[in-house]
C-alpha cells in the first residue's frame, strides 16, 4: 500500500462519516434528526421527518460521498481492488462515524454512490431492482435489502473480477447488518411504509 492509497482510503473514510442528514436537518429547522422519527440520519428518516427538500439533499450528499473517493482513485490510476477498497472505506465511515461516536446511518445511498463509480451498469440494474421493490411494496427497507442483494447476484453474473464481487458482498453485509431492526419490523409486520410522515418531536421505530 502506497502513502497515496492509504491517504485516499483515511480521506474516504472521513468525507464519508460526514453526517449530511443531521446537518441538513440542523441548517433547515434547527433540529438533530437523531432525536426523530427512528434517529436514523438517513434519507428515509428525513424525508418522513422535514419532507422531500430535505431528503433530496441528503440522497444527494450521501451518494456522492460514496461516489467521488472511487472517482478520485480512478482518476488517480488506482487498481480496481483499491477503488473498491476506497468505496468500501466511505461506506463505513457513513456507517460507524468517527464525529458521532460511530453511530450513523445505514448505508445505501453511500454504497449506491460507490457502486456507480465502481461499475456504473451493475449498479443502475440494482437502482432499478430498488425502484421496482419500493413501488410495489412501499418499504424503503425491503427495496434497500432486494437491492444489495441484487448487486451481489449481478456482479457475479455480469463482472466476475474478484474485486467487484468482494465489493459487493462487503456492501451487501452491511447493509443488511445495519437493516437488522427493520428485517424484525418487517416480519412482524410494524414496520413503517414510505409516505407515512413523523410528527417533529416524536421518536418512532422506522428505517
Excluded at 474478484?162 to 465489493?167: D, K
Aim: proline share 3%; hydrophobic share 50%; glycine share 12%.
Amino acid at each position: 500500500m502506497t502513502l497515496q492509497v492509504a491517504l485516499l482510503l483515511l480521506i474516504s473514510y472521513l468525507l464519508g462519516a460526514i453526517p449530511f442528514g443531521l446537518l441538513i436537518c440542523r441548517w433547515q429547522k434547527g433540529i438533530d434528526i437523531r432525536n426523530h422519527g427512528s434517529g436514523n440520519i438517513g434519507t428515509s428518516n428525513v424525508l418522513r421527518t422535514l419532507g422531500k427538500k430535505a431528503a433530496l439533499l441528503t440522497l444527494v450528499g450521501d451518494v456522492a460521498k460514496g461516489f467521488f473517493p472511487v472517482m478520485v482513485g480512478r482518476w488517480s490510476g488506482f487498481s480496481e481492488s483499491w477503488m473498491a477498497a476506497v468505496g468500501v472505506a466511505a461506506i463505513i465511515g457513513h456507517n460507524w462515524p468517527v464525529y458521532l461516536n460511530f453511530r450513523g446511518g445505514k448505508g445505501v445511498a453511500t454504497s449506491f454512490g460507490a457502486a456507480l463509480a465502481l461499475m456504473p451498469g451493475i449498479s443502475g440494474l440494482a437502482l432499478l431492482v430498488y425502484l421496482a421493490v419500493v413501488a410495489l411494496s412501499r418499504y424503503t427497507s425491503l427495496s434497500a435489502l432486494f437491492s444489495s442483494a441484487s448487486l451481489v447476484i449481478f456482479a457475479h453474473l455480469m463482472a466476475p473480477s474478484p474485486a467487484r464481487i468482494l465489493f459487493s458482498l462487503s456492501c451487501a453485509a452491511m447493509v443488511y447488518l445495519r437493516h437488522r431492526d427493520n428485517i424484525q419490523r418487517l416480519l412482524q409486520g410494524t414496520e413503517r411504509k414510505i409516505g407515512e410522515k413523523v410528527e417533529i418531536g416524536r421518536k418512532d421505530a422506522g428505517p
